[in-house]
Nanobody, 123 residues
């Protein structure tokens, strides 16, 4: 299983950015893909996840209204649209895969992770 995260970069506060994760090698009939982030000196935080089969999803309560997750099953790609970005959103964003995205709390303990993409929100 491989996950390739991309799309990070430097963006000004209030602007938008979309990161994406391309997944390959998953043999399960259905699976979920999620995003975590980790800022310097802070613990890893669950951001969002989506079930690739039916599109049901989870977004952290603190990020709802600004972050949106979507998927393209043809491309095996998951997108995280981040709007109204704030400096505190600065982190490395990692994607991961797990059998199920739990709609109450996200992914469990994923076995497979991407390499991360840096998002920096600064003026």
């Amino acid at each position: 299983v491989q996950l390739q995260a991309s799309g990070g970069g430097l963006v000004q506060p209030g602007r938008s950015l979309r990161v994406q994760c391309v997944v390959s090698g998953v043999t399960l009939p259905s699976f979920a893909v999620g995003w975590f982030r980790q800022a310097p000196g802070k613990e890893r935080e669950a951001v969002s996840c989506i079930n690739m089969g039916d599109g049901s999803s989870y977004v952290s309560a603190s990020l709802k209204g600004r972050f949106t997750i979507s998927r393209d099953n043809v491309k095996n790609t998951v997108y995280l649209q981040m709007d109204s970005l704030k400096p505190e959103d600065t982190a490395v964003y990692y994607c991961a895969t797990d059998p199920i995205c739990h709609l109450q709390y996200g992914l469990g303990y994923p076995d497979y992770w991407g390499q991360g993409t840096q998002v920096t929100v600064s003026s």
